[in-house]
């Protein structure tokens, strides 16, 4: 874990933390300790401390994993919970009974079923998977075997979604069978390292079509080497199928998928330009001098990194510039040939002599972006310490000395987990291009209003389709700022609730001349426990990208008369206040809700009586959906 | 490294392991005289000792290990 930088002095830094009286404050003191590279004795001594704290402060997630494995998984909890620190989630973990994960899902009364989890993680060892197949077995009948494995773990799923409501995160089989023929292992179909590769193959398809979580330790260990992964002393004295060093990358790879289901892996990538994104310095050696491209090693280490990043943007990362430079000789240097990414490719370009961590804000709030969602890349060690001291929400990776490795460390960083490829996703670069001609709108034309008006907006609604499932789950679970509730839900629990005849989700699409931003507000209501003919409003999630176009007011005027006409009198509303989304604290008021009784620190309570219901006007126009 | 040395480095490791400053490992020591040292917590001393010491210890002598002293011997003849 390369990217984190050591801890200066780990033993210091806790022993303040564990001083700190207020548990909120202690907390936070731990999250920033978590953003260190910590040994295994290190993480113990910090997820001790950790456990210690029972309030759930406000801007962490709670997040409840039960460990369901096939061998000893004690040993995984704390890095877990620590790598989820280091994410802003707080990881309260059940471990399941020793081997019998199909227990723990199926019984009735088991006690998975009385912790109430809300992501299961299924680790089950490929010594269970292939026992029973024989060397000499035919391709058939090796495949019809596996099958019987991943019909069981199919089945596992289910169970478990139906059960709890949770989200399944299955695990690959980690492959440390040993060779009998040797290379010629793969060629054998009865052969277990044949037998493990097609297995995790055909996991990874099942996994895809069940929308399942796919945690591929198999990779992992691929990267890092099997031998930082197994121990075989480990296995044979106490059953870990991972080792105890093992654990600290194994936790941050489930960290990773959580952070990813909970919405908090980063979103955009800025870079530094001289000597980042190419060798040398523009402004003294001039646009034909820098180094990029063929002809040298160095050169082409630069157009890595330049390609890697345009392969994040192609599925929707966001990528900006923050460079100490004269702007028009940056821009400049995008003219080079060798330049893989364009300027086009760039959603916000700075370049002055300012402070980077002033820079970094302003980028934040021309993306409309948090700075958490922030990784920042820089060559200069200066510029890196700068930053997270100042701003140490945003994540900086500790580039290696040598620019050839600089692509690998980002990559390892994993900041950018995801979970899903959109259509939203891979056409975020041109939605960013589109916002830059928004914005030159906005600064000639005179008003709000007609600005609003110039863009010719136009909005596309209607229920959630399955083929809406991908990007609404998404949209539910990235949404930090619009969200009046900061619910997160599965694929599975938004399948269900988008089918139930007695709810109202409606998603939005909104478009206008400088583009098309696709899907990018769900509406959720349920109806009221106590009063069929009114609908609560579980959720509502809107895009950062569009907000300021009045499509909250256009999709409420939807929702208004979707639901009279379905007979509905009345809709309830809970604002759940966080650490980010302050931006909808006066929006029921807005739309015309009154606050009602009961509300408390933890959420305000509003209502709206549809026949008082007065439509308010937006520059929106409606388009019904083509195949509606 | 002299037996104090080792015995020294094991304390800071079973107390930052259990979380327990009031540990002090003795050459007789033995686990169930620590509170908390059970099999677990002991395969966890194990790998951070071979981690802190940069030795592997045969499998069958962690099994056979009676109380600390046999420990420190036994890393003692690995780090020759």
């Known amino acids: ?628 | 490294m002299t037996d104090a040395d080792i015995l020294s480095r094991f304390t800071r490791i079973l107390r930052d392991l259990l979380g327990d400053e009031s540990i002090v490992l003795r050459r007789e020591t033995v686990r169930s005289e620590v509170p908390g040292w059970d099999s677990f917590a002991y395969i966890n001393f194990i790998a951070m000792v071979e981690a802190e010491l940069g030795i592997k210890f045969r499998i069958a002598d962690v099994e056979a290990f009676e109380n600390v002293g046999d420990i420190v011997a036994n890393a003692k003849t690995l780090l020759k």
Not at chain 1, 192 to 197: D, F, K, N
């Open chain 1, 1 to 628: 874990m390369d990217w984190l930088l050591p801890a200066p002095d780990f033993r210091g830094a806790l022993s303040d933390a564990l001083k700190t009286a207020d548990p909120n404050l202690r907390l936070a003191a731990l999250a920033r300790l978590a953003q260190f590279r910590l040994s295994y004795l290190e993480t113990i001594q910090l997820d001790r401390a950790l456990s210690a704290i029972a309030t759930q402060p406000r801007g962490f997630q709670q997040v409840r994993l039960a460990l369901l494995g096939a061998a000893t998984v004690d040993h995984l909890v704390p890095a877990i919970r620590v790598a989820g620190l280091r994410r802003s989630l707080t990881v309260n973990i059940h471990v399941g009974r020793f081997g019998q994960y199909r227990q723990d899902v199926l019984e009735a009364t088991s006690p998975l079923a009385s912790f109430g989890p809300d992501v299961v993680l299924l680790a089950p060892s490929y010594r269970e998977a292939i026992a029973g197949v024989s060397l000499g077995a035919s391709r058939r009948e090796s495949e019809e075997a596996l099958a019987g494995t991943l019909d069981e773990l199919r089945g596992l799923w289910r169970a478990a979604r139906t059960r709890f409501g949770c989200t399944v995160i299955q695990q690959s089989y980690l492959d440390v069978t040993l060779p009998l023929f040797g290379n010629h292992d793969r060629l054998i179909a009865g052969a277990p390292s044949r037998l493990v590769a097609r297995l995790n193959d055909r996991l990874a398809d099942a996994a895809s079509d069940e929308s399942v979580l796919y945690l591929d330790v198999a990779r992992w260990a691929a990267r890092d080497g099997l031998d930082q992964w197994f121990d075989t002393a480990r296995w044979l004295h106490a059953k870990m199928q991972i080792s105890i060093e093992g654990s600290l990358p194994y936790g941050e790879a489930v960290a990773r998928l959580l952070g990813a289901h909970y919405g908090r892996s980063k979103k955009c990538l800025v870079l530094d330009l001289d000597n980042t994104l190419w060798g040398g310095v523009v402004g003294d050696d001039g646009v034909e001098g820098i180094v990029l491209g063929e002809g040298s090693a160095a050169g082409e280490a630069y157009v890595a990194l330049q390609e890697y990043a345009k392969g994040l943007a192609a599925r929707g990362i966001v990528l900006a510039v923050c460079s100490k430079n004269d702007p028009s000789i940056a821009e400049s240097a995008f003219g080079h040939p060798e330049m893989r990414l364009k300027r086009s490719d760039i959603a916000a370009f700075v370049a002055n002599w300012a402070d980077k961590a002033e820079n970094l804000r302003v980028i934040a709030e021309r993306l409309n972006l948090g700075l958490d969602s922030f990784v920042f890349v820089d060559d200069n060690p200066v510029e890196r310490a700068r930053v997270r001291e100042a701003l140490p929400m945003v994540a900086v990776p500790e580039l290696p000395a040598d620019p050839a490795h600089y692509v690998r460390c980002i990559a390892d960083a994993g900041y950018f987990e995801g979970t899903a490829l959109t259509e939203e996703d891979q056409s975020r670069t041109d939605e960013y291009a589109a916002n830059v001609e928004r914005d030159a709108l906005r600064n000639t034309a005179g008003t709000v209003a007609d600005f609003l008006g110039g863009l010719d907006m136009v909005t596309t609604f209607g229920p959630v389709r399955p083929v809406d499932l991908p990007r609404v789950t998404q949209l539910i679970n990235k949404t930090n700022q619009f969200n009046t509730t900061a619910r997160r839900m599965s694929a599975e629990e938004v399948a269900a609730a988008a089918t139930a005849p007695e709810n109202l989700v409606l998603q939005f699409r909104l478009a206008d001349r400088f583009g098309d931003s696709g899907l990018v507000s769900v509406m959720l209501f349920e109806p009221a426990d106590d009063d069929r003919d009114v609908l609560s409003l579980r959720n509502w999630v809107m895009s950062c990208r569009v907000f300021g176009r009045e499509l909250e007011i256009e999709a409420m005027n939807i929702a208004v008369e979707t639901a009279k006409s379905r007979g509905v009198r009345a809709f309830r509303a809970d604002y759940v206040p966080t650490a980010k989304n302050s931006v909808v604290g006066g929006l029921f008021a807005t739309l015309g809700f009154t606050e009602t009784a009961g509300g408390s620190a933890d959420g305000e309570h509003w209502a709206l009586r549809l026949a008082e219901y007065e439509p308010k006007q937006s520059r929106i126009r409606r388009e019904a959906r083509a195949d509606d």
